[in-house]
């Protein structure tokens, strides 16, 4: 007998919830927000409408049905199963977050703060979560681009948004960076990393760095299997150079950094604390993932 699907809810502590965690109370959160100009009630009023929403959707899941809840911070250590139908419940970057422990199921994201969240990937509000759960196999699903690095001693990450190469701190990351497939041309360069991203980071990082550079490359679609990639910073001297600086990579093209620094670093989503450890001499080959994200509606 096959296994009725369970909903993973996925949502994250909200500003409110680490403010009295830190500060022990309410009225100590509220006194320090106060020195500061600010009104705990317009934090407690978007915790109060997470709330809400949660236990909107929540109900909204079918009697026969399993769920599960999981903080974003436990993300790591959570087991997700094929069967699994995954529900963001908060803003578009936790979509993100999720994005690389999935292996094809539907993701449906649910805006806590409709007009605050840009809602690109929390499409949908909490009121529409019954009719989403009873239709989500019939319903569209943009299969979305992912990113991903590969290192020569197999680690591996993945990225919805985008990927950067680069220190961990603000010193000069230093590498041989190359192109797969052309003519072996490869160039030494001293910056302040590399971003290679997709079309849904194109919302993002991505795109503020395209602009910067006048942007005469054209930005993909989120579910195109086309990448572009920036480094940031270039600096010219005797022995290292700024010509390969930007360009696009296919589905069957990657970007390959091998490195020149004691350490470097890679890191997806802006999740640092989540990253490649690259030491002397590594090579890491970046390009579009062979997994998509199933994004319905």
Known sequence: MSLAPRVVLVHRTTEYDELVAHHGTHGQAAFFLSSRGRDIEEVAERHRRTGRALAEVAAAIPLTWRQARVERADLDRFLFGPEDVVVVVGQDGLVANVAKYLDGQPVIGIDTDPGRNPGVLVRHRPEHAAVLLASFEATRADELTMVEAVADDTQRIVALNEIYLGTAGHQTARYRLGLEGDGGVVEAQASSGVLVGTGTGATGWLRSVWQERGARLTLPSPTEDRLLW?????????????????????????LTLTVESDRLIAFGDGIETDALELTWGQTVRVGTCAHRLRLVG
């Open 230 to 254: 920036f480094v940031r910073e270039a600096w010219p001297s005797p022995a290292t150079g700024t010509s390969l600086v930007a360009g696009e990579l296919t589905a069957s093209a990657a």
